[in-house]
């Protein structure tokens, strides 16, 4: 700042009779306006008695612009012709700098004075640094006329308007760029009252301090905290890789991107080891502060093949953030390599100055690579930049993790519940079959739901669905082990109540054993049902299961009036059996309860809607299954859901052939006589050897073993039945006959003979009975 020296000469009358040009720059009045004109009338206060007298002291004066200025004052006498006291030549100086002027222009922030009008009086050297202007060109000026007009420049004039208006001091802080700096940096600013002696508020000064590294560490930690609650929102890998990318973008980065190795997005267990060539990535997700992302060089879902001297790789191959800044030749191959691969990117590309590639770490397992770059923000990363990286890379890492893991569970309990549900149904001829399965759409998993279909004997088949409550494999194999106890329960052909109920007993033992405890913790639920063609009634029981529905021919669809019973391995409680009779035609809809409950669900009106699909006429029972599915789910469920649809059919009289037999060996002929005239009849003649030596051994088996009433059925289906009843409740048996015994060798004649034999235990006794194939035709 140039020493200015003002000189002037005062008359004994106080009238000033010369003016420097000292005088003038110091004070903006021009000579032809001082000169002869009163000294006093340049005072801002009235001078403090003696001045002259002590011929030095400090003198407030009034600037021609009209604001306040303190000169150091030094005044000597004029001797008159007479050697009389004639006037004083006055000398005028800004103040020396004592300590506090000192303080003043040497302090490490930004300090400036302004009057009560926001004119310019005072700069320090720091002040002037960050304008990029001297003091000189701002004493006196409007702030408002030194810098262009924004946001930050109306805030600041706002903030000085208040303090000279209120007289109180403000503190505040702003981020704006500094011109002289060509950087947006954050200031703490604080602006007081100055007075003077008679407490007249006469300036504001001000002191702003720059607070960047401190604004900046604030906004890190923001970045971190809303990470915490926007990256892993769900377990999918793709979609916590773009929550990454929209916490970096834009705040941290004008453009990043996220490449993961490919295993990580298939279900691999094993890892294999980072290579150190040819290193070749899969983009998940990239992001831009420009719509559309024209920087990217590789498309989401493309491979990224990165060089070895590429950041990215490096950054992979040692374990830590790796910085590529303008001028580093490494980072200049780099932008070239993306130029070339992507020449229509190249414009947007241009500024790139800086960038960072962290590797993304998961519990010592190398998953990919997250790259940030800059090329609007005008700051290079730094140390702090990657400590943040760092740290918000080992948060994503470890939610992207979590989601790879989810992923490879849900696979594996989908494969293993899918390899669990029957693949394709058995054949059977008393009802048409549909079936449906959906997994469920939530985090919890694949849970513990299945569906099958049994054939029975006497052309009878069980319709079976349960829930294994919870999700995961365990449920998946849960539902396994209990599938295959219903499996293996409706070989012995148990009634519906009958099986559930040693079904409870199974899974009560296993808890007890300590290997069915997850069944007894979580839960299961059953419906059993079992469904003769030839007297087209249906027996069924639940446990805790809901009732399945039924649509009558030409009726509305309503739900069967049945007891839930108890979920299975409460134990001790009994379950009830309903029967019910249905026409040829009927409709019979079991599900597991995701179907009709769930967290968005109302039970009632969900129910309504499944009667309402059930009752609309269908052309084939997988149109019906599609159709009600997409009546009743309006969107994923939120838990599995198993459908199975059954429409009955009826085996008239013309299939089944029916014979009271009288308890006397003699008799045995005539049952064979009637089964081969039953054979001609349908033209299965072929079928009568073996048919009359499966009739003649279990009908004498019956007289001679059993107990009235006898009576012999036969059935033609799918198969050729022959089935006999007594009321004796003993089960036969195979059995080795020795070389001399006399019996003990129908039942192997039987078995050898026939397709597949077996017992079933009825109200009344008991029914033995014998399948073998039908003749092609």
């Not at 004029?78 to 050697?83: H, K, Q, S």
């Not at 590294?213 to 916590?240: F, H, K, P, S």
């Not at 029981?541 to 391995?569: D, K, N, Q, T």
């Not at 009927?586 to 009667?611: F, H, I, K, W």
Request: glycine letters at 10%; hydrophobic letters at 40%.
């Amino acid at each position: 700042m140039e020493h200015l020296v003002a000189t002037a000469v005062i008359d004994a009358l106080g009238i000033v009779t010369a003016w420097s040009e000292g005088a003038q720059k110091l004070t903006g009045h021009r000579a032809e306006e001082i000169v002869g004109r009163p000294a006093a009338r340049l005072l801002a206060e009235r001078m403090p008695p003696g001045t002259f007298e002590a011929q030095t002291g400090v003198v407030a004066l009034r600037h021609r612009d009209g604001h306040r200025m303190e000169l150091a004052l030094t005044a000597r006498p004029v001797l008159g012709p007479a050697g009389r006291p004639g006037g004083h030549v006055v000398t005028a100086a800004r103040p020396g700098p004592g300590l506090a002027e000192h303080a003043f222009e040497q302090a490490s922030m930004s300090m400036s004075v302004f009057d009560t009008r926001q004119r310019y009086l005072r700069l320090n050297e720091k002040a002037c640094q960050v304008l990029g202007i001297p003091e000189e060109a701002l004493l006196g000026r409007y702030y408002p006329d030194t810098l262009e007009d924004n946001e930050h420049t109306r805030g600041f004039l706002s903030h000085l308007r208040r303090v000279t208006e209120t007289g109180a001091p403000v503190r505040y802080e702003t981020f704006t760029g500094a011109p002289a700096l060509d950087r947006e940096q954050a200031w703490d600013i604080e602006m007081w009252p100055l007075r003077d002696a008679s407490g007249e508020l006469t300036g504001v000064a001000l002191a702003a301090c720059d607070s960047s590294e401190q604004y900046w560490a604030r906004r890190r930690l923001a970045l971190l905290n809303e990470a915490a609650t926007g990256i892993g929102t769900t377990l999918d890998v793709v979609r916590t890789a773009q929550e990454l990318i929209a916490v970096l973008v834009p705040r941290f980065a004008d453009f990043a991107s996220v490449d993961l190795l490919d295993w990580v997005l298939g279900t691999d267990e094993q890892p294999p080891r980072v290579p150190h060539t040819d290193l070749v990535l899969r983009r998940v997700a990239h992001g831009s502060a420009t719509p559309g992302t024209p920087e990217a060089a590789v498309r989401v879902g493309d491979q990224d093949p990165c060089p070895p001297f590429s950041p990215p790789a490096r950054a992979l191959r040692e374990g830590r953030v790796v910085f590529g800044q303008g001028g580093d030749p490494e980072f200049g191959r780099w932008v070239d390599d993306r130029n070339a691969r992507s020449p229509e990117g190249r414009p947007h590309r241009k500024g790139v100055h800086s960038m960072l590639a962290v590797p993304l770490r998961a519990r010592g397992t190398t998953l990919g690579v997250a790259v940030a770059v800059r090329m609007g923000h005008p700051e290079d990363y730094g140390g702090d930049d990657a400590a943040f990286a760092e740290e918000l890379a080992s948060r994503a890492a470890v939610c992207i993790d979590n989601a790879r893991r989810f992923a490879r569970e849900r696979h594996t309990a989908l494969a293993l519940q899918h390899s669990l549900l029957p693949s394709g149904l058995p054949p059977q001829a008393a009802v048409d079959v549909a079936h449906r399965y959906l997994p469920c759409g939530s985090l919890a998993g694949i849970g513990g739901d299945w569906f099958d279909v049994i054939p029975l004997s006497g052309s009878r088949v069980a319709l079976v669905v349960g829930d294994v409550v919870g999700h995961g494999i365990q449920s998946s194999a849960t539902m396994g082990r209990l599938r295959t106890a219903v499996r293996t329960l409706a070989d012995v052909d148990l009634a519906p109540d009958e099986l559930l109920t040693h079904l409870d007993d199974l899974v009560t033992h296993l808890a007890a054993d300590g290997d069915g405890k997850e069944v007894a913790e979580l839960g299961a639920t059953c419906l059993y049902a079992v469904y003769d063609p030839v007297s087209r009634r249906l027996s069924l029981a639940a446990a805790g299961h809901p009732a399945p529905a039924v649509v009558l021919p030409g009726a509305a669809a309503e739900l069967v009036p049945m007891r839930a019973g108890p979920p299975l391995g409460v134990g001790g409680l009994p379950f009830e059996a309903t029967e019910l009779e249905l026409p040829e035609g009927s409709l019979v809809a079991l599900y597991t309860d995701g179907l009709v409950e769930g967290r968005d669900l109302d039970v009632d009106r969900a129910t309504g809607r499944l009667l309402r699909a059930l009752t609309t006429p269908a052309d084939t029972t997988d149109a019906l299954c599609d159709r009600l599915l997409k009546a009743v789910l309006d969107e994923q469920p939120g838990d599995d859901v198993a459908l199975l649809l059954a429409r009955t059919r009826a085996l008239g009289a013309d299939r089944v052939a029916t014979w009271d037999v009288p308890a006397d060996p003699a008799h045995v002929g005539t049952a064979r006589e009637a089964v081969i005239d039953r054979l001609t009849a349908w033209g299965l003649q072929e079928t009568a050897f073996v048919t009359e030596l499966v009739v003649s051994e279990l009908v004498t088996n019956a007289i001679r073993y059993g107990a009235s009433p006898i009576q012999l059925r036969l059935i033609r289906d799918r198969a050729l039945i022959c089935e006999v009843s007594d009321g004796s409740s003993t089960s036969p048996h195979l059995r080795r006959a020795h070389a001399f015994d006399e019996g003990g060798r129908g039942l192997l004649l039987v078995a050898q003979l026939t397709q597949r034999w077996g017992s079933r235990q009825t109200g009344g006794g008991k029914t033995i009975w014998a399948e073998q194939p039908l003749p092609e035709q």
